[in-house]
C-alpha cells in the first residue's frame, strides 16, 4: 500500500492534489493543521484493497476495515466539501448567496448553476439578487398576446398528467371563448373514454355553455370528426389524464399529425421531477402551457423552472376550482415574486444553515472538478 503525504494551503487545494495524484477513488486517511496550511495523507483507493486482500487473512475483518476506511473517507469528503463550501462563500458570498435563494425558491440545480455562472461581478447581494428577479422575468416565456389562443381560435387538445385540471380548465377556456365568439362558434371533443364519467364531467360543461359537445374514441374518429367541424372558430379536446410514462401517450402525439396543437396542463404543485418527467412527455411540440393549482403551491419554482428550461410559453394560470372565473392571464413579475417569496417559507424541507455547508460545498466540488 502507498501512503502518500500531502502538505498544501488549504484543504481543498489539498484534496485536489490528491485526486490529481492518486486519482479521484483516492482515501484520505489523516489530515491536520500543518505550519503551511494542512497535511493530508492518502492512498490510492486500489492499493488499499490490494493491501487489505493480501496483509488480513481473515477476510470478514478485511471488509469490515474497509467498510470502516470508506466510512471515514465519506466523512473526511463531508469536512472537505464543507470547507470549501465556507472558502466559496468567502471568496464570494453574493454567487453562493443568489445559489441560496434559487435552491430555497426550488429552482433546479441546472438553472441555479447557469445563472450563477452568468452573474455580472462587482454586484452587491441586493443588486445581484434584483439582477436574478430581472433575468427570471425576462426569461419566464409567456404567449403574447397576439397569440391569444381564444382571440384567435384553431383546434386544441388539453394534454397533461391525471387530475392536473384539463378538463375543468376546457371548461373556463370554452366559457371565455363563448363570451368573444357567440356559443355556436365553440364546440367541445371528448377523446377521453377510458375513465368512468370523464364524458358526464364534459356533458354537464357543454350543456352549461350551450356548445356542441362530440365524442371521439380515438385518433381515426377525430381525423373524421374534425373537418365536420371546420366552421368552429374554436375547438377544445379533453384528452385522458396518463402518468408520463403509460404508453398510451403515444395517442397525445398522433395530435399533431391531425394538425391539433397541444396545450400542456400542468399542477404547478407537482414536485420539480414529477414536472419535468411530464414535460419530456407532453411538453415536446407543445403550443402552450397552462399552470393549475396555484392556489395550492406554495413553492411554483420548479413549475417555472421548467417552463423557462424548456422555453415552453405559458398561456394562462389556474388558481382555483371555478368555472370560469379562476383562469388568469399570467404575469412574469407576479410569478417569479412568488416563486422566491416561496423560498422563504419554513418549511420541513428548507434547508438550514448547517444544511448548506454540506450540500453547497459538494456542489462547489464537483464544480470544481469539473473546471479542473
Ligand atoms: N385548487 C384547484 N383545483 C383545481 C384547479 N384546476 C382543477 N382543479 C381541481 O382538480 C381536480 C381535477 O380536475 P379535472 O379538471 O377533472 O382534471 P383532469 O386533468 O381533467 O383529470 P383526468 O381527466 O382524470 O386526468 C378537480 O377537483 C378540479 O376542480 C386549480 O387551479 N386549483
Ligand atoms: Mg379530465
Given at each position: 500500500m502507498s501512503v502518500q503525504v500531502f502538505v498544501a494551503a488549504n484543504a481543498r487545494e489539498g484534496l485536489a492534489r490528491?485526486?490529481?495524484e492518486l486519482g479521484d477513488d483516492a482515501v484520505v486517511l489523516s489530515t491536520r493543521p500543518h505550519p503551511q496550511g494542512v497535511e493530508l495523507v492518502a492512498s490510492a483507493y486500489g492499493d488499499l484493497t490490494v493491501a487489505a486482500a493480501g496483509e488480513v487473512a481473515d477476510s470478514a475483518s478485511g471488509s469490515r476495515i474497509l467498510h470502516e476506511l470508506s466510512r471515514l473517507r465519506g466523512m473526511l469528503q463531508n469536512q472537505?466539501?464543507?470547507?470549501a463550501w465556507g472558502a466559496g462563500r468567502r471568496r464570494d458570498p453574493v454567487r453562493v448567496a443568489l445559489l441560496q435563494t434559487l435552491f430555497a425558491a426550488g429552482f433546479g440545480s441546472a438553472l441555479a448553476r447557469t445563472l450563477a455562472a452568468r452573474l455580472p461581478r462587482g454586484l452587491d447581494t441586493d443588486a445581484a439578487q434584483r439582477w436574478l428577479r430581472q433575468v427570471l422575468i425576462r426569461n419566464l416565456p409567456l404567449l403574447g398576446r397576439d397569440a391569444d389562443l381564444l382571440a384567435r381560435g384553431g383546434r386544441y387538445a388539453l394534454v397533461g398528467p391525471t387530475g392536473s385540471g384539463k378538463t375543468t380548465t376546457l371548461a373556463k377556456l370554452a366559457a371565455r371563448a363563448v363570451d368573444v365568439h357567440g356559443a355556436?362558434?365553440?364546440?367541445?371533443?371528448?377523446?377521453?373514454?377510458?375513465r368512468i364519467g370523464a364524458a358526464a364531467q364534459l356533458g354537464?360543461?357543454?350543456?352549461?355553455?350551450?356548445?356542441?359537445?362530440?365524442?371521439?374514441?380515438?385518433?381515426?374518429?377525430?381525423?373524421?370528426?374534425?373537418p365536420e367541424l371546420a366552421a368552429k372558430k374554436l375547438v377544445l379536446i379533453d384528452t385522458a389524464g396518463f402518468a408520463p410514462n403509460d404508453p398510451r401517450t403515444r395517442?397525445?402525439?398522433?395530435?399533431?399529425?391531425?394538425?391539433?396543437?397541444r396545450i400542456v396542463v400542468m399542477s404547478a404543485a407537482q414536485q420539480g421531477a414529477a414536472i419535468e418527467q411530464a414535460m419530456a412527455h407532453f411538453g415536446q411540440g407543445a403550443a402552450a402551457c397552462i399552470l393549475t393549482k396555484l392556489d395550492e403551491t406554495p413553492q411554483p419554482g420548479a413549475a417555472l423552472d421548467s417552463l423557462i428550461r424548456h422555453r415552453l410559453p405559458l398561456a394562462y394560470l389556474s388558481s382555483g376550482q371555478r368555472v370560469p372565473e379562476d383562469l388568469h392571464a399570467p404575469n412574469a413579475a407576479y410569478l417569479i415574486?412568488?416563486?422566491?417569496k416561496g423560498g422563504q417559507l419554513a418549511t420541513p424541507y428548507a434547508l438550514d444553515a448547517e444544511d448548506w455547508p454540506l450540500f453547497a460545498g459538494v456542489e462547489?466540488?464537483?464544480?470544481?472538478?469539473?473546471?479542473g
Open positions: 490528491v485526486r490529481r472537505l466539501a464543507g470547507f355556436g362558434a365553440v364546440a367541445l371533443v371528448g377523446a377521453d373514454t377510458y354537464v360543461y357543454a350543456d352549461l355553455l350551450d356548445v356542441s359537445l362530440h365524442v371521439a374514441d380515438d385518433p381515426a374518429r377525430l381525423a373524421q370528426l374534425l395517442d397525445v402525439h398522433a395530435l399533431d399529425a391531425l394538425g391539433v396543437r415574486d412568488r416563486a422566491l462547489a466540488e464537483r464544480t470544481e472538478r469539473r473546471a
